[in-house]
T-cell receptor, first 114, second 115 residues
C-alpha cells in the first residue's frame, strides 16, 4: 500500500537560512511525487512534481526537491527562506499504475522568523 | 489559470441537517475530487469522479454522497450531518490527460462546523 511520511510536524528556520522539509514514501512501483503548499485560509497550491529523469526538480517560488530512490525520500528545499514562505506543506505520492489516487502526508508547518 | 471555486468558505450547520457543498471548475477537467482535511491527518479522499455521472468511493465515503450532473460541477452531500464531520473540505480537479502525473488544482476550501 502507498504511504507518505512527513516526520516533522513543524520546522522553524530564520529568514535567509536554507530550509528543508522532509518527506519519505512507500509505493510498490515507481512513484510520482508532489509538493503542495497551503497558506492560511486557502486551498492547496502546487509547488513541484517528480515524474522521471533528473532527480533534482525545480518548482515555484524558488523551491526545489530532490528525489532519492535508495532512501525513498523527496525532501523539499530552498536555499534562502523568506518570512512569506511560512505555511503548511504537504508531500503526496501517486503510483504509476494509471490510477487517480493520491496519498497525502500529514503536513509540515513551516515557520520562518524574521 | 485553472480556477476551482467552492460555494462557501464557512458553513455552520446543526446535527441531522442535510448539507450540500458545491464545487465548480472552469477548465473542462475530466476528474474531480472531494477531500477532507484534519490536523495531523493530512488530506483524505472522500469521493472522486472521472466523468459526468461517474463516481468512485475514496478512503472515507461513509456518511457522504456525491453528484456530478455536469462536467464542471461536483457536489458533496452530507445526508445527515454529525459533529464528527466538522472539518475543512477541499475540492480538486485534474485534466485527466494522464492521470498518474496530472497536477491537482484545489479550491479555497469550505470550513464546515456541525453543532
Amino acid at each position: 500500500a502507498q504511504s507518505v511520511a512527513q516526520p516533522e510536524d513543524q520546522v522553524n528556520v530564520a529568514e535567509g537560512n536554507p530550509l528543508t522539509v522532509k518527506c519519505t514514501y512507500s509505493v510498490s512501483g515507481n512513484p510520482y511525487l508532489f509538493w503542495y503548499v497551503q497558506y492560511p485560509n486557502r486551498g492547496l497550491q502546487f509547488l513541484l512534481k517528480y515524474i522521471t529523469g533528473d532527480n533534482l526538480v525545480k518548482g515555484s517560488y524558488g523551491f526545489e526537491a530532490e528525489f532519492n530512490k535508495s532512501q525513498t525520500s523527496f525532501h523539499l528545499k530552498k536555499p534562502s527562506a523568506l518570512v512569506s514562505d511560512s505555511a503548511l506543506y504537504f508531500c503526496a505520492v501517486r503510483e504509476n499504475t494509471g490510477g487517480f489516487k493520491t496519498i497525502f502526508g500529514a503536513g509540515t508547518r513551516l515557520f520562518v522568523k524574521a | 489559470d485553472v480556477k476551482v471555486t467552492q460555494s462557501s468558505r464557512y458553513l455552520v450547520k446543526r446535527t441531522g441537517e442535510k448539507v450540500f457543498l458545491e464545487c465548480v471548475q472552469d477548465m473542462d477537467h475530466e476528474n474531480m475530487f472531494w477531500y477532507r482535511q484534519d490536523p495531523g491527518l493530512g488530506l483524505r479522499l472522500i469521493y472522486f469522479s472521472y466523468d459526468v455521472k461517474m463516481k468512485e468511493k475514496g478512503d472515507i465515503p461513509e456518511g457522504y454522497s456525491v453528484s456530478r450532473e455536469k462536467k464542471e460541477r461536483f457536489s458533496l452531500i452530507l445526508e445527515s450531518a454529525s459533529t464528527n464531520q466538522t472539518s475543512m473540505y477541499l475540492c480538486a480537479s485534474t485534466s485527466g490527460l494522464h492521470p498518474p502525473t496530472d497536477t491537482q488544482y484545489f479550491g479555497p476550501g469550505t470550513r464546515l462546523t456541525v453543532l
